[in-house]
Nanobody, 118 residues
Framework: QVQLVESGGGLVQPGGSLRLSCAASGSIFRFYAMGWYRQAPGKQRELVASVTNGGTTNYAATAKGRFAISMDNAGRVVHLRMNNLAPEDTAIYYC????????????WGQGTQVTVSS
């Protein structure tokens, strides 16, 4: 079993920065990916960014150039650095760990609120 614990959300002014972190505990897999989704009020959950334990990253168009995702050397913590935040980035941000295989296993964190407002 895998548990994900998120931290780093909060209130920030437009143009500001935040760093979200997600720590994974539990089973160790040979290959997996971790990432962040977000869900704004009244909208569907959407992918923000992801990184595999091999170092391959993927970003949503809205995140490219502003956000940076990274994974620590142990492959247990993923960070999302968010710069130049805008009000439209306001959402609950969820950490995810995905293990591909015969079936795709997904593990989700509880979510952390990010509010961008002056």
């Amino acid at each position: 079993q895998v548990q994900l614990v998120e931290s780093g959300g909060g209130l920030v002014q437009p143009g500001g920065s935040l760093r979200l972190s997600c720590a994974a505990s539990g089973s160790i897999f040979r290959f997996y990916a971790m990432g962040w989704y977000r869900q704004a009020p009244g909208k569907q959950r959407e992918l923000v960014a992801s990184v595999t334990n091999g170092g391959t990253t993927n970003y949503a168009a809205t995140a490219k150039g502003r956000f940076a995702i990274s994974m620590d050397n142990a492959g247990r913590v993923v960070h999302l650095r968010m710069n130049n935040l805008a009000p439209e980035d306001t959402a609950i941000y969820y950490c995810i760990l995905v293990v591909p295989g015969a079936t795709i296993d997904e593990y989700w964190g509880q979510g952390t609120q990010v509010t961008v407002s002056s």
